[in-house]
């Protein structure tokens, strides 16, 4: 049971000399932007936040509460994984001119107009437009809280001045991205199949995904009722992306949604997504046969006081056929126990002597038991998932697999 749906991104107030929050107002009020991607890649999902920030004087620290309990070592900085032009522009999507190199804590990007393109101006030529950081284990921090709905986690991102001592001469407008690996689906989709489905040779897989970000809508009271120095931010823009397995159908999408993209430049997101730079990728881990789905809430017009970007909801339903080697085996077994129980039948249940039953023999009650047996062999193998599940969850089946597979080692050594 998790406490609430999606994430809640929030900032925490810079305090000034005097101890006072910081309350100076911006002049673009709704400037900051922020990036959520979901990746369906590898064996466990995995999201990837950036945040752009246009001014970093006001913000001492960012907070994600996440509904589920997480460790410091699902944290990943994608910084340097950020470091040419081709890697900034597909995150992007637009061209850049990227200045800096990986070994370096920060890096400055300028976005290239049409006419930038064509001239190729140098980066002391043109206004930049952010500073792409780079943070270590140092600045995140894991804080676990238990409320009456379950677990949670609060990750905390340093920005104060003593954590940043080191960057020097950045401007105000920064951007930060980050990995939290191990993502439970269960936050974010609810999955349901055919009822008929352990007949079948393939069945349709519904589900039914829905993020939500910011949403105030059934977060915990404890939750808001937190430090005064910490509120949600005024984004003027909010994207979700949605990386999926192409198999999948999208039949359904909610408000929002932007479209659906295939990730083209497969080599720079192969080395974007995969968390071990130096492992080989792996068919399961390449996006070459995924797609990415969009949704963007973003304010009308230029960003101000009283426009703002307050939550986003990504809602879709997706399909896809499954099928395995074991459903098929166990469709071709039914059709053959059901086949031999229906003649076995037809032999019991047939005319004699002009009667419709004719005469009962003991030939005729081992046969009824048979065709019982054939049923009930039957039903096993349509319920043999369901009924290896609830075996799976008792704790004698539990204490029984571990003593037949020491048994099995010892028998081998």
Known sequence: ????????????????????????????????????????????????????????????????????????????????????????????????????????????????????????????????????????????????????????????????????????????????????KNVPHAIYQATFCQPDRNILSSFIETRIIDFRINVRRGIPDELLAGDSNTHFPKFKKIHFFLTINRSQECIFEGQNFVGCRSLMDEDVWNEYVRSNVNAPITTDGSVRNYLGYQWTKAIKGGGNEAGHVKDLVALGRFSRTSSSTSQIFRFIGLGLVFGMAGNGAWEIIKFKSGHFFGSWGGDDTNNVFLILLILLIAILLIFSGNIFDWFRKKALFQTLLKRTINCLSGLLK
């Open 1 to 180: 049971m998790h406490p609430f749906s999606g994430i809640i991104v929030r900032y925490v107030a810079r305090q000034t000399n005097e101890g006072d929050v910081s309350t100076s107002t911006p002049v673009d009020a709704a400037a900051d932007e922020l990036h959520v991607n979901l990746w369906e890649v590898g064996s466990r999902p995995f999201i990837d936040i950036g945040i752009l920030i246009s001014n970093r004087a006001e913000v001492n620290a960012i907070e994600v509460v996440l509904p589920w309990k997480l460790g410091a070592e699902a944290i990943m900085d994608l910084g340097t994984r950020l470091n040419s032009e081709k890697s900034i522009a597909a995150i992007f999507n637009e061209a850049v001119r990227y200045d800096g190199s990986a070994d370096e804590p920060f890096a400055s990007v300028s976005f290239l107009k049409d006419n930038d393109q064509q001239t190729k101006k140098s980066s002391t030529e043109q206004k930049t437009e952010f500073v792409l950081l780079r943070l270590n284990s140092t600045h995140f921090s894991v804080f676990p809280r238990l409320t009456g709905e379950g677990e949670m986690t609060i990750l905390r991102i340093n920005l104060s001045d003593t954590a940043l001592s080191g960057y020097a001469s950045i401007s105000s407008k920064i951007y930060l991205r980050f990995r939290i």
